[in-house]
């Protein structure tokens, strides 16, 4: 690798993004953008310097902006947080609510993870008690994996292509800030119609969420199952937290219009966290709009997820989205996980993401459609028209 200030300390990590900032202080970041030679291609360089030598690198990191503009596609400015606040996780997830990383992450890595979860069960009609054993004893609640029983966890040691893609840390560090936490991570399954009793689907159909935890036998609660949910917030599960967290969902195979893809809708973030079910009309244009039933609408343009093995998007946690029922014969694998800004961070992009939000950060109720025991007393569905 080439630079030419001979005597300062380089430490460097591979990042493939493609961008350039310098952020002012003893930390200068520079993220090289079209292979010009002074800075390698995909090589993140941060140098300590002390503060006269920080102004002078400075003058001459300007200079070389301005006899190289296309390596500074955006202005080198002195404002600390300018790094985390142009970062496109950030402005996608500020502007529209949702950002896709766009080189994905390793997808031989994602087919490796993928076929060990396949070793582990069939995913079809076995994992599904009889309707018998089920109205023995409903129980809708405790039916999602947990720590303990969590078949990601087992899978530890095959998740750095994910957990430290650069790219995906980049993004994630941008948006939250260092020292980002993990809250939750867990392997979703759409499962199949094939796979699913005929007892169950009469009983279930147009349910706004199909979380299928409650009819599994308990040793296969290790994983989210799902038939499809409703347009939904990921802030539903956090009733008196701030949505100060954001939803990373990894793809481990192909996913066409046939494997249940997420359908998201843009820009929803921007009410805040409303009440579950949605107001949500569809147009004939095939947009929505979306009201937060406080006297603010928005028409809205749906979006469908889909990619190939390794595809990753993350969305804010007010940001509406949910799958139709997977009408494939082929199971849908995929990642979930849950990232929130680090306690006490300051100045991540998530703050001024969030400080643009028209609506509350936080709801003491989330959703109306459950009742005391968790089962569904609302039968009613966007997301299936979409
Ligand atoms: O994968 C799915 O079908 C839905 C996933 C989802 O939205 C969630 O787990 O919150
Ligand atoms: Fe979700």
């Not at 030419?4 to 591979?14: E, K, T």
């Not at 095959?158 to 893609?165: A, I, N, P, S």
Request: hydrophobic share 35%.
């Amino acid at each position: 690798m080439l630079f030419p200030f001979a005597g300062y300390r380089v430490v460097y990590r591979n990042i493939k993004n493609v961008s350039a900032e310098a952020i002012v202080g003893i930390n200068c970041c520079l993220v090289e953008s079209g292979g010009r030679g002074w800075v390698s291609r995909q090589d993140r360089i941060s140098l300590a310097l002390g503060d006269k030598e920080s102004l002078f690198f400075l003058s001459v990191l300007s200079l070389i902006a301005r006899r190289y503009p296309m390596s500074f596609p955006r202005s080198l400015g002195s404002d600390p947080n300018q790094f985390k606040n142009n970062h496109p996780a950030t402005t996608d997830l500020d502007q529209h609510g949702y950002h896709v990383f766009e080189n994905g992450v390793d997808a031989d890595a994602a087919a490796a993870l993928l076929n060990a979860i396949r070793h582990t069960r069939a995913f079809d009609s076995s994992l599904f008690q009889s309707e018998a054993e089920f109205d023995t004893e409903p129980l809708y609640v405790g039916v999602n994996p947990r720590p303990g029983r969590n078949l990601l966890d087992t899978f530890e040691n095959y998740l750095d292509f994910v957990e430290k893609d650069p790219c995906i840390v980049d993004g994630l560090t941008a948006v939250l800030g260092e020292g980002y936490e993990l809250l939750n991570r867990k392997i979703v399954c759409g499962v199949p119609a094939s796979a699913v009793p005929g007892w169950l689907k009469a009983r279930i159909t147009d349910n706004p969420v199909n979380n299928l935890g409650a009819y599994m036998k308990p040793c296969f609660r290790d994983v989210t199952y799902f038939y499809g949910i409703d347009f939904h917030q990921d802030l539903i599960d956090y009733k008196d937290r701030d949505a100060d967290f954001v939803t990373l969902y990894v793809y481990l195979h192909d996913v066409t219009f046939h494997d249940a893809p997420l359908f998201l809708l843009e820009d929803t973030h921007r009410f805040g966290g409303t009440l579950f079910p949605h107001d949500l009309t569809k147009t004939d244009s095939g947009d929505w709009i979306y009201g937060d039933r406080k006297g603010q609408s928005m028409q809205t343009r749906q979006t469908m997820l889909t990619g190939q093995a390794g595809y990753a998007a993350m969305w804010h946690s007010c940001t509406l989205h949910g799958t139709q029922p997977d009408a494939a014969d082929n199971e849908r694998l995929s990642l979930r996980y849950l990232f929130s800004k680090a306690s006490g961070a300051n100045g991540a992009g998530i703050d001024t993401i969030n400080a643009n939000l028209s609506g509350p950060l936080r709801l003491n109720t989330t959703r109306t459609d459950l009742d005391g025991t968790g089962a569904a007393v609302i039968k009613a569905n966007s997301v299936n028209s979409a």
